[in-house]
């Protein structure tokens, strides 16, 4: 429970929505900004954590995918999702796999296919391309 957790963590307004875990109400009561979503952690390509990105549950209302703000250590224009995990695959085949969404590269990589990455909720950018480029051709 969201509640019991902020509480247990002596989770202020500001660390809620500075985290970007939390979103302040019209009220002044913080939120949990992720509520009702399966959670995936968001990491650069060394592996440090940067953030969240939910997906909705099914039958739910809302956007399909919400994000952790943007913040100066998290630019989701910069940032693909699973590179982290991926990165060996894409070497050792010297291709890539540009899905939309987190349950997408978790379903490639089930069927054994380590190599897909996800845009974080964006367009592929110039500075996704660029990064990929470190990894492959294709």
């Known amino acids: 429970d969201w509640d019991q957790l902020a509480k247990a963590l002596r989770l202020s ?3 809620a929505e500075g985290t970007g875990i939390g979103r302040v109400n019209s009220r002044g009561r913080v939120n949990d900004f992720f509520r009702g979503r399966v959670l995936f ?3 650069d390509a060394d592996g440090t954590p940067l953030g969240f990105g939910g997906r909705i ?3 739910a209302e809302g956007s399909k995918y919400v994000n952790t703000s943007q913040t100066r250590l998290y630019d989701k224009s910069r940032v ?3 590179l982290d995990r991926a990165k060996v695959g894409i070497v050792a085949a010297d291709e890539v796999v540009v899905c939309e ?4 590269v978790t379903a490639f990589f089930r069927v054994g296919i380590p190599r897909a990455v996800a845009t974080c909720g ?3 950018t110039d500075d996704h391309v660029q990064l990929l480029r470190r990894f492959a051709r294709r």
């Not at 969404?101 to 997408?104: I, K």
């Open 13 to 15: 307004k500001q660390d």
């Open 122 to 124: 964006t367009a592929l």
């Open 57 to 59: 549950m099914p039958g």
């Open 80 to 82: 693909l999702f699973a």
């Open 101 to 104: 969404g987190y349950t997408d």
């Open 41 to 43: 952690p968001i990491h």
